[in-house]
Structure formats: structure tokens, C-alpha cells
């Protein structure tokens, strides 16, 4: 029961992904582009703990973590560059 | 043990669609403010399930009770809403079509990230550089 529910969740986890890149891809504005990444990033974090429930281990929650502060952190980094043409001022 | 696998695939299931459904709107609905709505769907329920899934998953069938995943929900749930209100700021700063568009703000002092401070002077603390 639990392989079907996998499957299906990684299925709908890479077509979200996919529809991220159309997004990141169209996207008319770099705001739009920043909002997909950070979207691809929760997707992926999704992926990455869904791998860790079927491998049976809890060793790729550390990755999953920094995944996050990572995405988080450019994000912040992206919009402050649209905002104030630099990152650290 | 049946219970606690038909748990796990419901909430896998829940944060499936709900992942879905927030890439959906990004990329479907019109503008960016509206945009900005559809991925918090994702990250606060689609990813809480999963990672509620993953919690049941290893504390009632592999028997061993882990927690960092809380620990990436808290952070998760902590930062979703400072990167939305980063990227609504960047927006409105790039779009003057959206900030024509704001209604006014309350005390007629105007937007504190679009317009000036209309009494300078007035707060006691230094202000930036």
C-alpha cells in the first residue's frame, strides 16, 4: 500500500516540477522566475523525503534540512538583488 | 500495523495533491499577486504531510522516532512567510502598474516600502544608513 502511495506521490511530485519549469521558463517577470525556484525547492525537498521513506532511512533528512535553508537563503538573496541592486550592502 | 500504513499513504496521498495543486496555480492563475497564493498551499500542506507521513512512517513501522523532520516543518513554516513578502516587495518596486493599483494606507502616511516618511524626525531611534 505504501509502494502504490510512492509512486503516485513521486509521479505528481515530477509533474509539478515540470510544471515549475514552464513557469520558470515563461515566467514574464524575474519575480515570477524567483517565486518558481522557490517552488521547484519545496518540490524537491518533497522528493527528497519521499526517497528517504522508501530507502528506510533517515540519512537524507540532513539533506533535505539544508535544501531548505539554502533555498530560503536565495530567495532572500534573489529579491534583495532585485530590490537594492546588491546582495550585501 | 495495517492502520499505520493505510495512515502513511493517506497522508502521502494528501501531500501529493496538494503539491500538485500549488504548481497548478503557480502556473495557471493571471498575475503574481495572485501567483504569490498558490505555492503556500504546497509548502505548509503538502509538505507537512509528507513529512507527517515520513514521522508515522518511521515511528510505527521501523520503530525508531525521529524528529528532525518537525525541525524542517518548524523552518519550513518559519521562512515561507518572509520569501513571500520578499518576493510581493520586489514586485511591487518592479510593477508600477500594481502600486497605482494599492489602496491607501491606513494614517494617509502612505506605503512605508513605496513613499517617504511624512514626518521625519518624528520616531525617537536613529534611522538606517
Redesign the interface.
Known amino acids: 500500500?505504501?509502494e502504490?502511495?510512492?509512486t503516485?506521490?513521486y509521479?505528481?511530485?515530477g509533474?509539478?516540477?515540470l510544471?515549475?519549469l514552464?513557469?520558470l521558463a515563461r515566467g514574464p517577470?524575474?519575480?515570477?522566475r524567483?517565486?518558481?525556484l522557490?517552488?521547484m525547492v519545496?518540490?524537491a525537498?518533497?522528493l527528497i523525503?519521499?526517497l528517504?521513506?522508501a530507502q528506510?532511512t533517515?540519512l537524507l533528512?540532513?539533506a533535505?534540512?539544508l535544501f531548505?535553508?539554502v533555498g530560503?537563503v536565495t530567495?532572500?538573496a534573489f529579491?534583495?538583488f532585485?530590490?537594492r541592486g546588491d546582495v550585501i550592502e | 500495523m495495517l492502520i499505520a500504513e493505510a495512515v502513511v499513504a493517506a497522508l502521502l496521498l494528501t501531500g501529493s495533491f496538494f503539491l500538485l495543486v500549488g504548481s497548478v496555480g503557480l502556473l495557471k492563475l493571471p498575475d503574481l499577486m495572485t501567483r504569490l497564493h498558490a505555492p503556500t498551499k504546497a509548502t505548509t500542506l503538502g509538505i507537512g504531510s509528507v513529512l507527517i507521513a515520513s514521522v508515522v512512517y518511521f515511528a510505527a513501522i521501523e520503530g525508531r522516532v525521529s524528529i528532525h523532520e518537525l525541525l524542517i516543518t518548524l523552518f519550513l513554516f518559519l521562512t515561507a512567510p518572509v520569501t513571500a513578502h520578499m518576493v510581493a516587495k520586489a514586485h511591487l518596486h518592479r510593477d508600477r502598474a500594481t502600486a497605482e493599483r494599492l489602496p491607501p494606507a491606513a494614517g494617509g502616511g502612505g506605503w512605508a516600502t513605496l513613499d517617504d516618511d511624512p514626518e521625519p524626525g518624528a520616531r525617537s531611534e536613529p534611522s538606517g544608513p
Open positions: 500500500m505504501i502504490l502511495a510512492l503516485i506521490t509521479a505528481a511530485v509533474v509539478s516540477l510544471l515549475n514552464v513557469r517577470d524575474p519575480t515570477d524567483i517565486l518558481a522557490d517552488t519545496i518540490n525537498i518533497a523525503m519521499l528517504g521513506i528506510h533517515t533528512f540532513e533535505a534540512m531548505a535553508m530560503f530567495t532572500v529579491c534583495r532585485l530590490l
